[in-house]
């Protein structure tokens, strides 16, 4: 076998691992280090975890010779982002008890609780199981979360389309039965024949798989931005099927040109469940035949599809289900942020979506966030669901106890926080970054509300205040804030320095380009102040930052 061909690491570790146990349960018997061996590191992740280390004590613990102060990182399986008051309740205890506290809501809908000391990784498990909550397949090469637009209050079918995102997180699970036997001490299974995993047999995906389920006119999920994206088409008031689009994906590496962001193609229309669960499995099976396992890097959907082309993929497709796809159905996106505020369904149902800076529910010197969400919870009369934009929607409460809920926003000043806010800070996501990432190669979710501060006197300046343009900032080209998909986008190229990326539009259709390389604060802050004034100047009525930066030929087309 050619070099270029021999399988990665990875590959031999999956399939060395006895359906991913490999030998974690070891690992966690050995009470000299907080690490786990450095294949089992590769499995957990499978388990929905990773291993990380607190980057900002590295220093310190080498000059003294102590290990790194390791910990781990736990994702929890939400489809389409949903929590009863009391799984709620049952987060925040955990939290609390075994992780830094805060809880963290990510881009893809879900929450992770950060800093588990590896002793603590099993009692979590175990606690979030009590709680009916699992944290299988939240990462590793494999289907991920499956997300779904999270306001019901702004379709009436949103409970028809939102119930797909577990069917299709159920139909893409893995087989074995090592999560149960690791972290809850269930019997071993004898015959292993029932772990038989037909989908990812015992080498899995070449890399991580993503789908994400958009309910038009709100692309609140990036649906573009997903190895499969599914577009709700609803018409007369009633769910005719889902537009499918495949191969985005945002990752790119610095200085290597093999790699890119790419949108997700729409391929075609699948009309009903049985024949789009069918289409999405075979779009699985085909990247687990044919995606790259020699480079990691080239191993997403996105690539298999440009290698062979996007017509070869569709008519193998088409082989494997036995039927071809009807053509894609128009369909319009105008908005992709949050609905902040009250909202209320068309069964008399309320909503409050809360604005949760870069997902991290915490008190703080400015607000008792973690506090007043604990009340809500406790009252029993509210649902919590996740945004794709890190913030959280207090949910599906009755008209009769919408009063009691408001008064808890009220005396926490949550109403407040939520809507004094900029409109540009409401429209910001940042990546976790630095402590904890080890990707990171600049600060994000610590840098950002601080450059919006000083984004926002320059907005003010040009009388833009009232933009919600969206800014997002990732501390490397991994893109999992989706920075390559903003109206203003920053990618970490260094410590203080950034990329700065122009010309993405408003409702995630189109990618942006970079505009700066490796620029620190002040030259970020004279350029935007330059290409605010000029936007001000000279855009046209209702046009959007991201539209006018194109125009003016700051970026290529
Ligand atoms: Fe991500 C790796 C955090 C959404 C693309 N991502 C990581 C790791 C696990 C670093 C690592 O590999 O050790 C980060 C952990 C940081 C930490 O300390 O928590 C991390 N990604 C996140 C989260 C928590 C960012 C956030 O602040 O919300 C998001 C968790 C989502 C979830 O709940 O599952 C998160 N990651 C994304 C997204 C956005 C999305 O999916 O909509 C992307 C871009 C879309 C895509 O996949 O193309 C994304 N993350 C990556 C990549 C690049 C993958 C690739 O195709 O090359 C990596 C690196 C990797 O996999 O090797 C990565
Ligand atoms: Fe880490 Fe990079 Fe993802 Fe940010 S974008 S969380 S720095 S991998």
Not at 187 to 196: A, G, R, T, W, Y
Not at 505 to 523: F, P, T
Request: glycine share 6%; net charge neutral.
């Amino acid at each position: 076998m050619s070099e270029k061909n021999k399988p990665s690491p990875i590959e031999k570790i999956k399939q060395a691992s006895d359906n991913l146990r490999g030998s974690i349960k070891e690992s966690l018997r050995d009470e000299i280090t907080g690490a786990i061996r450095e294949d089992d590191q590769a499995v957990v992740k499978f388990h929905g975890m990773y291993q990380q280390d607190d980057r900002d004590r590295r220093e310190e613990r080498a000059a003294k010779k102590l290990d790194r102060l390791y910990s781990y990182m736990i994702r929890l399986r939400l489809p389409g982002g949903f929590l009863t008051p009391e799984k709620w309740l049952a987060v925040h205890d955990i939290a609390g008890e075994n992780s830094t506290g805060v809880i963290k809501i990510t881009s893809r809908q879900t929450i992770q609780l950060h800093g588990i000391i590896k002793s603590n990784i099993k009692p979590t498990i175990k606690a979030f199981n009590e709680a009916k909550l699992d944290s299988i397949a939240t990462c590793g090469d494999i289907n991920r979360n499956v997300l779904c637009s999270s306001h019901p209050a702004q379709s009436p079918l949103h409970a028809e389309i939102f119930a797909y995102a577990d069917k299709i997180s159920n139909l893409l699970m893995p087989k074995t039965k090592a999560y149960y036997e690791i972290w809850l001490d269930e019997e071993q299974i004898v015959d292993k024949k029932e772990e038989e995993d037909p989908l990812y047999q015992d080498r899995y995906l070449p890399r991580k798989f993503k789908i994400a389920i958009a309910i038009p006119p709100n692309n609140d999920v990036d649906v573009y931005a997903n190895d499969i994206g599914l577009i709700a088409v609803v018409k007369d008031g009633q769910l005719k099927g889902f537009n499918m689009a495949i191969g985005g994906g945002l990752s790119s590496t610095h200085g290597n040109t093999e790699t890119y962001p790419r949108l997700a193609s729409p391929i075609g229309f699948v009309e009903d469940e049985e024949k789009l669960l069918k289409t999405i499995y075979e779009i699985v099976t085909i990247q687990r035949d044919y995606g790259n396992r020699s480079d990691r890097k080239l191993a997403r959907l996105k690539y298999t599809i440009d290698k062979y082309g996007l017509n070869w993929y569709i008519a193998e497709l088409e082989k494997r289900t036995g039927f071809a796809l009807a053509p894609v159905v128009p369909i319009e996106f105008t908005e992709r942020a949050d609905l902040y505020g009250w909202q209320q369904n068309e069964t008399g149902q309320w909503y409050y979506t809360v604005f949760v800076e870069n997902g991290r529910v915490l008190d703080d010197e400015t607000v008792a966030l973690k506090t007043a969400l604990l009340e809500v919870a406790k009252t029993g009369k509210a649902n919590f669901r996740f945004t794709c934009n890190q913030n959280l929607i207090i949910s599906d409460v009755l008209d009769k106890d919408k009063e009691n809920i408001n008064s808890i926003l009220k005396q926490f000043q949550i109403l407040e926080h939520t809507e004094k806010r900029s409109a540009v800070r409401k429209n910001s996501i940042a990546c976790v970054a630095l402590p904890t990432c080890p990707l990171a190669l600049a600060e994000a979710q610590r840098y950002l509300p601080s450059l919006i501060d000083k984004i926002e006197v320059l907005l003010d300046k040009h009388g833009l205040n009232d933009n919600g343009m969206i800014v997002r900032m990732t501390g490397c080209p991994n893109g999992c804030a989706r920075s390559v998909a903003a109206e203003i986008g920053f990618v970490g190229t260094g410590p203080g320095r950034y990329n700065l990326h122009l010309g993405g539009d408003r409702v995630g259709a189109r990618l942006n380009k970079i505009y700066k390389e490796n620029i620190d604060e002040s030259e970020i802050l004279e350029t935007l102040d330059t290409l605010f004034k000029a936007y001000s100047d000279k855009r046209l009525v209702d046009e959007t930052f991201g539209d006018f930066t194109l125009r003016a030929n700051w970026v290529p087309a």
